[in-house]
């Protein structure tokens, strides 16, 4: 009988070859990270836009002075909320 040792030791030994590796028509990653991105998706509505276009929708939404363009409705109910708030502690019975 052998030994537990050379148990192990032949066990480790039959194991298979890496499946780990990835395919060989992979793309490393290092290469994908320095590929120059032509092409992206706007982060609003999906559709394909240039870098170009892209680089200004950007500049745009991180843009803090940018007033958002909602409807009057949802405006007005903003400013309902907003009332309610600074009213609620005057008024507790209020929901």
Known sequence: M???SLTLIFSLAMVAP???LPQPE???EEILRT???TEARSPLTGEP???TEYAILMEQLQD???NPQVSPEVA???GLL???RVVKPILPFIR
């Open 2 to 4: 052998l030994s537990p």
């Open 76 to 78: 007005q109910l903003i």
């Open 18 to 20: 890496a499946l780990a």
């Open 49 to 51: 836009l240039s870098a």
């Open 64 to 66: 803090p002075n940018r």
């Open 35 to 37: 590929e120059i991105i």
């Open 26 to 28: 992979d793309t490393p």
């Open 82 to 84: 907003q009332f309610r």
